[in-house]
């Protein structure tokens, strides 16, 4: 057989091993279970771009927030009851800041002196709480049984602090099998300065062999109004065997009430989050 024939032959095979195998996961049903790896660290790049309007007074004030931050999470052990103690750590941050014309930048990897007043006076809060483990149990399914955490972390706006948002962050979990094209719904509170209801539904838009690609939208309630406060849309890639998060993009915008030295003041976010495992 000549060298062409011979590679029409192989071409045509390849490409009807790609339909075959494409064929089979499209019907493949899969459960998304938490199933970390033992001692092995996963290292994330986290990319937040925040812009606030509030208002005080009358006074309309506008703050942009650009974070990047490296984090990583690490399964310690498998308990008896079949639950994960992991902790994630937040490495590294770089911040931009821009409040009313005034600007702030701040580097974790840059000594007090090198940065701007401002900033140096940031540097002993952040301190706190970078490198340092914050150590929680989970269940495959997502559900957080404890946590061991310093509340002035969330209060410093950084992510994965608090109970609420590690179970937001693990909330495509489900132990219901699931193929192309199902959906299944998803309720969680989100607290930080403020309490957020939020209420949406998963699309199972692809299962292959590794990887599971999701797709959430949601609407945002207050906590005491029944009245839609925003929307949410996150796409993201799953590890099959892990139940890790491999790549997530999140836009969220929601209008609601912070209450702060006695006063209520209301407050327009805009957030889109990148998270990309490394």
Do not use: H
């Not at 701007?116 to 149990?137: C, H, N, R, T, W």
């Amino acid at each position: 057989m000549k060298l062409n024939k011979i590679a029409k032959v192989l071409s045509v095979l390849f490409i009807f091993t790609l339909i075959v195998s494409s064929s089979a996961f499209a019907g493949k049903k899969t459960k998304l279970l938490l199933n970390p790896e033992i001692n092995k660290a996963v290292k994330y790049e986290l990319k937040m771009v925040v812009g606030t309007l509030s208002t005080v007074n009358g006074q309309v004030s506008a703050m942009d927030q650009n974070l990047t931050l490296d984090m990583e999470m690490n399964c310690k052990e498998k308990n008896a009851d079949g639950n994960f103690v992991m902790s994630v750590i937040i490495n590294d941050i770089d911040m931009e800041m821009d409040a009313n014309g005034q600007s702030i930048n701040y580097s974790s990897k840059l000594k007090a002196e090198e940065l701007s007043p401002m900033a140096a006076q940031m540097k002993p809060m952040i301190d706190k709480f970078l490198g340092k483990p914050v150590e929680f149990v989970i269940s495959p399914e997502g559900k957080v049984i404890s946590i061991d955490s310093d509340d002035s972390n969330g209060a410093m706006g950084m992510p994965f602090q608090s109970k609420s948002q590690l179970e937001g962050l693990f909330n495509y979990l489900t132990a219901k099998e699931v193929k192309k094209g199902d959906t299944y719904k998803v309720d969680y509170t989100e607290s930080n300065q403020i309490e957020l209801l939020i209420k949406g539904e998963y699309t199972v838009e692809k299962i292959g062999s590794k990887d599971v690609d999701l797709l959430f939208k949601a609407d945002t309630y207050t906590d005491d109004s029944e009245k839609k406060a925003g929307i949410m849309n996150n796409k993201l890639s799953v590890d099959r065997n892990t139940g890790m998060i491999k790549t997530s993009k999140t836009n969220w915008q929601y209008e609601a009430i912070v209450k702060q030295a006695g006063m209520e003041i209301p407050v327009d976010v805009e957030m889109e989050m990148t998270m990309t495992q490394k």
